[in-house]
């Protein structure tokens, strides 16, 4: 997984359900992975980016 972003970390975090980080947006109930090049914070991403758990 390329970043797309010039001297940025590519970032993966596992949120586990109760938890949203810095998340503004999404399901607080469920079980979340996001992947994000950045520069900032690692959890301060759009929902768009955010995958949920499939059981």
């Known amino acids: ?3 797309t972003i010039p ?3 590519l ?3 596992f949120l586990p359900k109760g938890t949203m980080g810095d998340l503004t947006d999404g399901d ?3 079980d ?3 992947s994000v090049g950045t ?3 690692a959890t301060l991403v ?3 980016a955010v ?3 499939v059981n």
Request: aromatic share 8%; proline share 4%; hydrophobic share 40%.
């Open 32 to 34: 979340k992975i996001i």
């Open 1 to 3: 997984m390329p970043s």
């Open 46 to 48: 759009d929902a768009a």
């Open 51 to 53: 995958y949920y758990k």
């Open 39 to 41: 520069q900032d914070s």
């Open 28 to 30: 607080v109930n469920q």
């Open 7 to 9: 001297s940025a970390v």
């Open 11 to 13: 970032t993966i975090s």
